[in-house]
Nanobody, 119 residues
């Protein structure tokens, strides 16, 4: 089992910045990718950004140029630097890890952290 603990959410004014962190712990064999998703009431969870163990990051069009995802493999931690925040970025942000163990790929999710951007 892999556990994810997120931190860094909060309330910020439009134009401000926040940095989210997510650390994976537990029985970890191989993390294929780490990412961030977000969800607002009544809407489906949507991709914000993902970063593979090797390769380049992928971003939703709505956050390109404003958000930056990065990871520290030694710490099994993924970060999301969010700049120029807009009220439309208000959501619960979820960390996700795609894990490979014993030939099985499984997605794990964090508990979510609230990000609120006031206008």
């Amino acid at each position: 089992q892999v556990q994810l603990v997120e931190s860094g959410g909060g309330l910020v004014q439009a134009g401000g910045s926040l940095r989210l962190s997510c650390t994976a712990s537990g029985t970890i064999f191989s993390i294929i990718a780490m990412g961030w998703y977000r969800q607002t009431p009544g809407k489906q969870r949507e991709l914000v950004a993902t970063i593979p163990s090797r390769g380049t990051a992928t971003y939703a069009d709505s956050v390109k140029g404003r958000f930056t995802i990065s990871r520290d493999n030694a710490k099994n931690t993924v970060y999301l630097q969010m700049n120029s925040l807009e009220p439309e970025d208000t959501a619960v942000y979820y960390c996700s890890v795609k894990h490979l163990g014993f030939g099985i790929i499984r997605d794990y999710w964090g508990q979510g952290t609230q990000v609120t951007v006031s206008s």
